[in-house]
């Protein structure tokens, strides 16, 4: 069905016992190594799967201590496309995703249309309405955000973990830099965006059962919301000025500027006026208005531009033919540090 492409899938192991081993026998036939990356579980999932599992393509590999989800996930990778794989696509082990769903992640990538391929859960508007509502708001705030710092405005789920990726991508971005833990999905799709990959998303329905989140919200706010800001200032600078120059990296230049000064000009004089009792001139607050309305209207430009600018040619075709050729340079690795 895929030609020649050689396919594992990547299952990190934390806390996954009771639900594991039912995902590993629901994968396809399609899929030639199943990678099992116990990281650090408290509840030895690598060894229940090495005692009760009798599919020989599976390859269970321990980590020490626990590095997060993207760690165990990045372990897998490695190990993948150590062994000559060309596709690894990353199923949780909770039992959440479909494994059957797995031929559907890897189409677009077989046929040249993307490098990296979603799940969407928001696709079907019934399976939305079966989602537990804190998820659906949680995931619609981390959504937006997402979308601002990868710049994959067309994305509708960025923060879902079931995915597929060509490992030759890997040679395009600096995987030992991409977070470990739970911002693992959004960094390494900023990374992707740096090196112009293809992202298509692909409906699925999520399965919510018994299972049990370690992901804790008060834990992760703050990491996330640096990270979002991290990445939307070093992508704005690498896309727009570092790598290319356009009318989107004038808007931006003038625009927040003029935007910014105008509110601190329009609030300064507004407080002046209230602790003088003296009311601003009609000149000052003309000004005011019209360095906020004239950068705002630079910055939607701004912000319209880059919601178009989304990568459409897929990159790992080219790669293929020309093996050695390399997209990175000096200038990208520097500003990842």
């Given at each position: 069905?895929?030609?020649?492409?050689?396919?594992?899938?990547?299952?990190?192991?934390?806390?996954?016992?009771?639900?594991?081993?039912?995902?590993?026998?629901?994968?396809?036939?399609?899929?030639?190594?199943?990678?099992?990356?116990?990281?650090?579980?408290?509840?030895?999932?690598?060894?229940?799967?090495?005692?009760?599992?009798?599919?020989?393509?599976?390859?269970?590999?321990?980590?020490?201590?626990?590095?997060?989800?993207?760690?165990?996930?990045?372990?897998?990778?490695?190990?993948?496309?150590?062994?000559?794989?060309?596709?690894?696509?990353?199923?949780?082990?909770?039992?959440?995703?479909?494994?059957?769903?797995?031929?559907?992640?890897?189409?677009?990538?077989?046929?040249?249309?993307?490098?990296?391929?979603?799940?969407?859960?928001?696709?079907?508007?019934?399976?939305?309405?079966?989602?537990?509502?804190?998820?659906?708001?949680?995931?619609?705030?981390?959504?937006?955000?997402?979308?601002?710092?990868?710049?994959?405005?067309?994305?509708?789920?960025?923060?879902?973990?079931?995915?597929?990726?060509?490992?030759?991508?890997?040679?395009?971005?600096?995987?030992?830099?991409?977070?470990?833990?739970?911002?693992?999905?959004?960094?390494?799709?900023?990374?992707?965006?740096?090196?112009?990959?293809?992202?298509?998303?692909?409906?699925?329905?999520?399965?919510?059962?018994?299972?049990?989140?370690?992901?804790?919200?008060?834990?992760?706010?703050?990491?996330?919301?640096?990270?979002h800001v991290r990445n939307v200032i070093k992508r704005l600078f690498y896309s727009?000025?570092?790598?290319?120059?356009?009318?989107?990296?004038?808007?931006?230049?003038?625009?927040?500027?003029?935007?910014?000064?105008?509110?601190?000009?329009?609030?300064?004089?507004?407080?002046?006026?209230?602790?003088?009792?003296?009311?601003?001139?009609?000149?000052?607050?003309?000004?005011?208005?019209?360095?906020?309305?004239?950068?705002?209207?630079?910055?939607?430009?701004?912000?319209?531009?880059?919601?178009?600018?989304?990568?459409?040619?897929?990159?790992?075709?080219?790669?293929?033919?020309?093996?050695?050729?390399?997209?990175?340079?000096?200038?990208?690795?520097?500003?990842?540090?």
């Amino acid at each position: 069905m895929f030609g020649k492409l050689r396919i594992a899938v990547v299952i990190p192991c934390y806390r996954v016992t009771s639900h594991v081993l039912g995902v590993i026998n629901a994968i396809p036939s399609e899929v030639d190594a199943i990678y099992c990356i116990d990281d650090g579980c408290p509840d030895g999932s690598g060894d229940v799967i090495r005692m009760a599992c009798r599919d020989p393509r599976v390859i269970v590999i321990s980590l020490e201590e626990n590095r997060g989800v993207g760690g165990a996930v990045k372990e897998g990778y490695l190990a993948a496309r150590a062994a000559g794989y060309d596709v690894a696509v990353k199923v949780d082990g909770d039992g959440q995703m479909d494994p059957s769903l797995i031929p559907n992640f890897l189409h677009p990538i077989a046929t040249g249309l993307a490098d990296y391929t979603k799940g969407n859960r928001f696709f079907s508007i019934e399976d939305v309405r079966a989602m537990p509502r804190h998820r659906i708001v949680g995931n619609a705030v981390l959504s937006f955000l997402a979308k601002f710092s990868t710049g994959y405005w067309h994305l509708f789920d960025p923060t879902n973990g079931y995915t597929a990726i060509h490992l030759r991508v890997l040679d395009l971005i600096s995987l030992d830099k991409v977070a470990d833990r739970y911002f693992f999905e959004t960094d390494l799709l900023f990374r992707m965006n740096i090196a112009r990959c293809v992202v298509r998303e692909i409906p699925m329905v999520a399965r919510y059962a018994d299972e049990k989140s370690n992901l804790r919200i008060s834990r992760i706010i703050i990491p996330f919301i640096g990270g979002h800001v991290r990445n939307v200032i070093k992508r704005l600078f690498y896309s727009y000025y570092l790598r290319g120059f356009n009318i989107a990296s004038l808007q931006i230049l003038v625009g927040l500027p003029m935007f910014l000064g105008g509110v601190i000009f329009a609030g300064h004089h507004w407080w002046l006026s209230v602790t003088n009792d003296t009311p601003a001139t009609a000149g000052t607050v003309m000004v005011g208005a019209l360095l906020i309305i004239a950068g705002l209207q630079l910055s939607l430009a701004a912000l319209s531009y880059d919601i178009g600018d989304v990568p459409r040619d897929a990159i790992h075709p080219v790669m293929l033919e020309n093996p050695a050729g390399k997209r990175t340079s000096v200038a990208e690795e520097s500003i990842f540090e």
